[in-house]
Structures are given as C-alpha cells and as structure tokens.
C-alpha cells in the first residue's frame, strides 16, 4: 500500500472513530463496521452496525447535529439493501455538469427507451434513469432548490438523445415562464401553455388521445411516440382554478392521464413546491400512485415522509442535492442534480431541431359544453339511466314539481339535486317560490344535443321523445 493510501486509510478510520463517538454522545450506540474510499473525492462510506437499544431513525435524526459538530461538507445517512451507511467529506461535490453527461459514451450509446440524466451519485458516477420506466414522476422542491434546473436537464436530454418521432412533449408554465427557451423545439406536441383555459382542453385532448390509443387494434404494434406531459409550479397551477366546472374538468383529466396514461405511451410529470398541497383532499388528485419522484430538502422529516415517502431529505443541504426515488429503486438514492448553465441551453438548442410541426400535433377536442359536463359529472350508470327516465316523463308536462317526481320516481332527498339538474340542461325554469316549474321543452329542437343523447343512449326514440312533446300540446 502506497503511502497515499496508508495515510486516507488512517484518516478514514479516525473519522469514523469521531462519528461513532459522537453518536454515543447522542445516546445512540453504533458500530462502524467497514469504510469504502473515494479516493479522488475525499470521500468515504461508512457502514453501520447498530448497537442494542439504537434505533435507525435515531441515526437520521441526529445527523445534522454530527454534521456540525464535524465541521463535514456532507453527512449523508442512506439506506441500501438491509444496511445502513453513512456518507462522508469534508468537501463539497464538485462534479455537477450537464453536458458532461449529455457527450459521455454511457448516453449517447444508452439503449434505454427515454434516458435522462439526473446527475451524480455518492461514488461521484454519472447517473441516468430510463423515463419510460418510472410510470409518471413528482419533483417536489421549495423555491432555490433545485428543481427547476432538473427540469429543464430532463427537457434537454429528450431533446437530444430522442429523436422527434419517438417522443413529443407537452409544456405547462402557467405563471413561472421557466421553460420558454423550449417554445420553438420541434418536439413540441402543442405551443407552450401559458393559461389556464387551454390547458383544461390540451388536457381534455390528451385523455381523448389515450382513448384513441387504446381502442387502436393496432396500437400495440405501432410506433407511436411517447408523450411527456409537464406541468411545472403544479401546485400555483391548481391554486390559480377558482371556478369548481374548471377545477372539476383539470383533475378528472389529470387523474385519468395517472391512472391509464402510461398504458397509451403518456407519461405525466409534475412539479411542486410542496406535496401537502397535491394530498389535499379539496383537490382530489390522486397523486398517492405516483411512486417514482425527485425531493430536494425538506422541513423535517415528516415532510420528508410526505414527499418520499421515507425520512432523509430533511438531512439534504446544497442547491441541486436531491432524492431519487423509482417503481426500481425502492430505497431514495442521494444524487447531486445536474446543473446547466444558460449559455450551455443556448448551445444544446442551436444544435436541436427547432420549428415544431403544424401538422403533426395533438388533435384538440373542443371543450363540452355546460350540459354535457353536467351529464359527465354522473358517474354512475344507474344514476344516468333514472335521470333520462325522469327527463323523458317530464316532458310531457307543461310544469312539474319536486313532489311530483318524488312520488312518481319514489326517490327521497335525491329529488332536490335532479330537479337542479334538470334546470341546468334546460329542461325545466328556475324556481319561483313555491310555484312548479315550467318545462320549457315544447318541441324536440328545443333539447339540447347532450339532452337527446342521454335520452337515446337509455333507448328513447326520436319518435318517441316527439310523440312525448306532442303529448303535452293537448294539455295547452
């Protein structure tokens, strides 16, 4: 053994003597059973052996204090297999460049379907995950984190590894205007979204295109491309919905993109400043599924646990340091995100195919009208069926009252809601005090198209939706 090696052997070991000491001094008895060196970044990795009496969260808990008390650039506690280890340096990571990955030979001879480069790992090697593999992804991270800089690393190496008829990409930057550098790369399923409105309806058409796809015979067989839906500043994007149709139409479209959209070859990423917001129940979106995600440093740890779903990103410190969690990787892996400089986007983008295709873009279906998303709002079968009977019986009133369809239909308090519902689809006026209703209905262009379709899709003729109207021609 050169003396080098010797000396960090020795350095190592003392080290590790301080820290095993120290924990004790915590009330937490350890052993340091081995020590891997990280020659050329002064690192070490240290296993853990716990004493009777410690507890493993004891060894995270405490880590900021053997932090300081180290004086160590990085003290990093990890799980891995059924071990625990810690890692340690008194120097910062160093290593950090984008473009270092994009031009390695791991990269650009990558076989995975969509590779992106996250950054470097405790043993300071390149780190590359396959998208198509991670079934929808979370980036949770407080503003100066890091996390739009990850973005915009993913973003760059679809750009440049995936060629534009193997992956497209849907933008959101709705308030943040992080990602308009990208409004012209030819990878662009849509223009970039900047409002509200048009991104319920890019929405509503991504669903329809994963309906499309799947009914596809063919589809399995096909070559068409992925699609990568990203929604920076999610959670600001939900906040700005104030009108409950809007917000009710964004979360069926997102939770219906999280639950089939991987099936059709989309895939959804969004990122947040706080996942308490996403789990709130007001917002009904299912986020709970999606398993894979990146978490920059955390309050505590029960914001930690929220996030990841496991304690250790309250111990995170340094802008890009990150967690990486997968459907693969169960146990959070620390990475240090990659970081690209503007002048090194302005480079990658000179290089990329820029002018996206007019034709070739996602089909945009046009937004339901009231009554259809009132009818949509139903959602079960049976409820359905009872509102087209009702509504086939009614017209063939020239007024109506609660107490009438309660009696006619023996249902209970449900009756306030369809008489409302009635009201919204046109069928009968607004209440009046305690007159009946009017049926405004007097001949069959008078029903909407959403109204005829409901009556036809439960077996109601158009023969028989007039001879119901002409029915109450004679009570006139």
């Known amino acids: 053994m050169n003396n080098f090696l010797k000396r960090e052997k020795e350095k190592a070991m003392f080290l590790g003597f301080k820290i095993k000491k120290y924990y004790q001094s915590l009330n937490v008895n350890i052993n340091v059973t081995r020590v891997q060196i990280i020659s050329h970044l002064k690192r070490y990795i240290y296993e853990i052996e716990l004493l009777p009496g410690a507890k493993v969260n004891s060894i995270f808990t405490c880590a900021s204090d053997v932090k300081a008390a180290l004086r160590l650039s990085i003290f990093y506690p990890f799980k891995k297999e059924r071990g625990i280890f810690i890692a340690v340096s008194e120097l910062d990571i160093k290593e950090n460049s984008l473009l270092n990955i994009l031009r390695s030979s791991e990269f650009s001879n990558s076989k995975m379907q969509i590779p992106i480069a996250l950054g470097y790992n405790l043993m ?137 959209g991987r099936k059709a070859k989309i895939i959804l990423i969004l990122v947040s400043h706080d996942l308490k917001l996403l789990n709130d129940n007001k917002n009904q979106i299912n986020t709970k599924t999606i398993l894979s995600r990146i978490v920059f440093q955390c309050f505590d740890h029960y914001s930690s646990s929220t996030a990841l779903g496991d304690i250790g990103a309250e111990n995170l410190s340094g802008e890009g340091v990150m967690l990486f969690k997968s459907q693969k990787e169960h146990i959070p892996i620390q990475l240090q995100g990659a970081y690209v400089a503007p002048k090194e986007i302005e480079e990658i983008l000179n290089n990329a195919p820029i002018g996206y295709d007019d034709i070739n873009m996602l089909e945009i279906q046009e937004p339901m009208s009231m009554e259809s998303m009132i009818i949509n709002n139903i959602v079960s079968k049976k409820d359905k069926k009872e509102l087209a009977d009702i509504l086939f019986w009614v017209l063939s009133h020239t007024t109506i009252s609660a107490t009438e369809i309660k009696k006619q239909f023996k249902i209970g308090n449900r009756v306030n809601e369809i008489i409302n519902t009635l009201n919204k689809l046109q069928i009968i006026t607004e209440k009046n005090s305690n007159q009946p209703r009017k049926v405004i209905p007097i001949c069959i262009d008078d029903l909407s198209s959403e109204a005829k379709e409901l009556l036809e899709y439960y077996g109601y003729t158009t023969e028989q939706i007039k001879e119901k109207l002409e029915a109450k021609k004679g009570e006139r």
Request: aromatic content about 6%; overall charge negative.
């Open 124 to 260: 300071g090697n390149m780190y590359i995950t396959d998208l198509e593999k991670l079934v929808h992804l979370l980036i949770i991270g407080s503003s100066g984190t890091g996390k739009s800089v990850t973005l915009q690393c993913i973003i760059l190496s679809i750009l440049v590894k995936c060629p534009v008829d193997s992956v497209r990409l849907i933008l959101f930057d709705i308030g943040a205007n992080s990602l308009s550098q990208f409004s012209n790369v030819k990878q662009l399923y849509y223009p970039i979204i900047k409002d509200i409105n048009t991104g319920i309806i890019v929405l509503e058409s991504l669903v329809a295109e994963i309906e499309k796809r799947l009914s596809d015979s063919e589809y399995n067989n096909s070559n068409i491309p992925f699609c990568i839906c990203i929604i920076d500043e999610f959670d600001d994007t939900i906040a700005s919905i104030e009108d409950k149709i809007k917000m009710k139409r964004f979360t069926s479209a997102i939770n219906s993109i999280i639950r089939r």
